[in-house]
């Protein structure tokens, strides 16, 4: 068999009347919700239900959405997640999203959408997918600790061979000109400060982790 039989005889197959059917009930359902693009994709799909007797594989995918968007159940549970929107919620689905755009290639469409748009609700799936997930709820625990480190004061960088810190600084004290105020990784101890090593006349960003406490 060539590609393009083994290809068709992978599209879904419904009996014809069914499908017709239960396209119709479904435009039937949405009238008052479906967008223009939508009621005009659900003629497209009549046509092609009469004509073949079956949609192809993104057609089926698409057509599944729409109709679990017009379930009255779905509309219902939709609007109960609308109505407890709240500007809590909008702060750490923004935070998300800046923590998506800081940590690519995740729900990078979603991400720039809760930035721009104010009032966009993402589904209730979305958002816990986008911030209920391990990786950020670690990032609001270290964006919500205060710094270990005060500007203006001395500390050390630590000696370790896992620094990334060049060998010839580590060891050194450097003293603390500025700290990041929004933390967007999950790793912990993952600030950033910027330093100024003793002697030197050029700063450099380290994170937390890789510093401790002068002891002079």
Known sequence: ???????YNRQP???????VARIEKT?????????????NFLSSLLESAKKWGRLTAKQ???????????DPA????????????????????VFAANYYKANPPYFSDAADRIINDSSYIPSEKLYRKMVENKYVQRAMANAAAPPLYAVASMVTIRDSTQSPIRPSLRGQDVLIVDVEKDVLHATKGSRSYTVLPIGAGETLVIQERWLKKSRK
């Open 60 to 70: 089926h995918e698409v057509y599944q959405r729409i109709e679990r968007n017009s």
């Open 27 to 39: 435009a039937a359902k949405g009238v008052s919700t479906l967008t223009d693009w939508e009621r």
């Open 13 to 19: 197959r419904q009996n014809n009347p069914e499908l």
């Open 1 to 7: 068999m060539g590609y393009y039989g083994r290809r």
């Open 74 to 93: 779905f509309q219902a549970a939709r609007k109960s997640w609308n109505e407890s929107w709240t500007p809590e919620k909008r702060t750490k689905a």
